[in-house]
């Protein structure tokens, strides 16, 4: 079966400093990937999404940047981050029509 | 552009009470329709989904949605609540064709049960 991971679960950050989110996804191949913010009240904001390896959309404009260096593992990163990076990151893998979701990780930038 | 409005933001129940939560999409086409639920502490799963067929949909935990097209509405219910119903609860819209499958989602619905 599958499954996928993230870590790590929290992560408290300063301002300014960088970030890197990893998620990985066992069980399957070459499954589309995804990156969500969820903020409590506004639901879930999409932000990357990638069919391939190498293969990024970007959904908002904002402080990050995805990257896919291997078919199963997604990874979401800043260069500096802002205050209003802080939220709960979720990735998300999909087969033909089905999105499945990671436990998420908890960033706090302060 | 396309769009989930679930109407319900925050529902209170008593346990056996009867639910149902709405959501309506726009859009014209072809829709796969999804909820999810977030209990506490735990990562998003699916709850059920439609893609075609009979429009009533059963899902786990007793949960059952129906899929009315001429309102654009596929709300989610349950004869009778528990407390470990007690979660936040996604609906979400896949709409068109071509290889991203990209979701439309709701705001969610906090609903809380309560013993």
């Known amino acids: 079966s599958q499954t996928i991971h993230q870590w790590p679960a929290t992560l408290v950050q300063p301002v300014g400093s960088p970030l890197s989110l990893e998620c990985t996804v066992e069980?399957?191949?070459?499954?589309?990937l995804y990156w969500y913010r969820q903020a409590a009240g506004r639901g879930l904001q999409l932000l990357f999404y990638s069919v391939g390896i190498g293969q990024i959309s970007s959904e908002v404009p904002q402080n990050l940047s995805a990257s896919r260096p291997q078919d199963r593992q997604f990874i979401l990163s800043s260069k500096k981050l802002l205050l209003s990076d802080s939220g709960f990151y979720l990735c998300?893998?999909?087969?033909?029509?089905?999105?499945?979701f990671g436990p998420g990780t908890r960033l706090t930038v302060l | 552009a396309q769009s989930v409005s679930q109407h319900n933001h925050h529902v209170i129940l008593s346990e056996a009470a009867s639910l149902e939560l709405g959501c309506n999409y726009s859009y014209g086409g072809t829709v796969n329709l999804f909820w999810y639920v977030q209990y506490p502490g735990q990562h998003l799963q699916l709850l059920l989904k439609y893609f075609s067929g009979d429009p009533l949909v059963k899902g786990i935990k007793g949960f059952e949605a129906e899929f009315i097209k001429s309102k654009f509405s596929f709300n989610l219910r349950k004869p009778s609540v528990q407390w470990s119903d007690t979660a936040e609860y996604f609906c979400?819209?896949?709409?068109?064709?071509?290889?991203?499958?990209?979701?439309?989602w709701g705001l969610g619905t906090s609903l809380a049960v309560n013993p």
């Open positions: 069980g399957t191949s070459n499954p589309n």
């Open positions: 998300a893998w999909s087969d033909v029509d089905t999105q499945y």
């Open positions: 979400a819209v896949n709409a068109g064709a071509g290889n991203n499958r990209k979701l439309i």
